[in-house]
């Protein structure tokens, strides 16, 4: 059978061709002369199946998409408290090129310029040079892609020759102390930052890697932290399409972040990372037909990060006396705060009177850290009313348990195992 999700990918993208709204950016000459009619789209799974169509292997500069990426390098690399007490977290509702500092002189936040310039001289360590910094941006980028990046040296160029505006951006930036170091020579870093060339496949690629918790789908290489990826997400949610995140964020309901060569990223965490390319932008430089694409998606398959399944009502599948003094719950699913809950109520409010109680978690294949802390306090609270409890857990979904003082549990293979 042919997958009928290039199908799909394809009618979507057919049903947005013929707009021709909107325009490349002219304030980068370069990018000008680009051909403004390519279009593209791709969607990466978390296990690293590639959909692609269009003119999806074409190369543009990454421009703003950049930014995300370097944010998350520099929480990497410095840590979260050096680069908040230096870049803001708010939204700014304004242009991503405004030269503007919040009232103690930081920039908004990391997407719109003043943020990102800020941004790219925290990457890599405290003390770095400008070369060092740039090779770690250039290694860190690639690892999110899975291929070597390289700079498009002509756009890099032509920017630089107008690059009055985040210049005098930088230089508020060293007038505040946020920058500590010359304006200029940073300005060309972040330039070239932007410079770097990406196909809409490496998007996608570099998007679904946020969406799987920070994990390269196709590497296999744990590129940031998890907690790293949860704030830059949360960023791009509030703060990545500038001044029309509102409007982006009921519509679509993905993070994003778009950029002025007419890229467009979207990754919803757990799910996909998708990616567009088209170089009409609008008046707030976020590419047209790429737009359109993303409210397409989001509209067809509900992919709306405040789309989310409801929490399972059926987590407990069994809750039987399976002997004199043994009872058995079965429980089943994935496990979250919700659903552990629904654990909690029916032992608490179930008061079982057997001696043994039997947990099996073999039916369970996932469980976050609040749900199992909450499993084990049940453990626990069983223990100290006097029971004996066994946890049937062949696939170590709760690894070496701990229930804590005064718990105790047997962990078993299978409910034969309990004699
Ligand atoms: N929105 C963007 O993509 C802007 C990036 C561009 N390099 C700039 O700084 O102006």
Redesign the pocket.
Known sequence: MRSPIPDYLAEVLGSVESDETGAP?D??PELATANPNRLAAAMATLDGEVYAVGDCSDEF?I???SKPFVYALALADRGFEPVLAKVGVEPSGEA??KVSLDGGGRPLNPMI?AG?IATHSLAGPAGIDAKGRFDRIVDGLSAFAGRRLQVDEAVFAS?MDT?F??TSIAYLLRAYDVLDEDPTAVVGG??RQ??LLVTTVDLALMAATLANRGIQPVTGERVVSEAVVRQVLSVMTTCGM?DSAGDWVTQVGIPAK????GGLIGALPGQVGIATFSPRLDRH?NSVRGIRLFERFSDDTGMHMMDVPSSSTTVIRKDRRIADDLRLYVIQGGLRFAEAEHVVRRVSYGAPKERRIAIDLSHVHAIDDVARRMILEVIRRLSLDGHEVFLVDPEQVIPNPDPGTGGSVTVVTTVGDID
Do not use: M, P
């Not at 778009?258 to 060569?261: E, H, L, R, W």
């Open positions: 950016a304030y980068i500069t421009q703003s998409i991503f090129n310029n990102a920017e690059a505006r985040n972040y330039t932007c410079s500038y778009s950029g002025v060569a430089g």
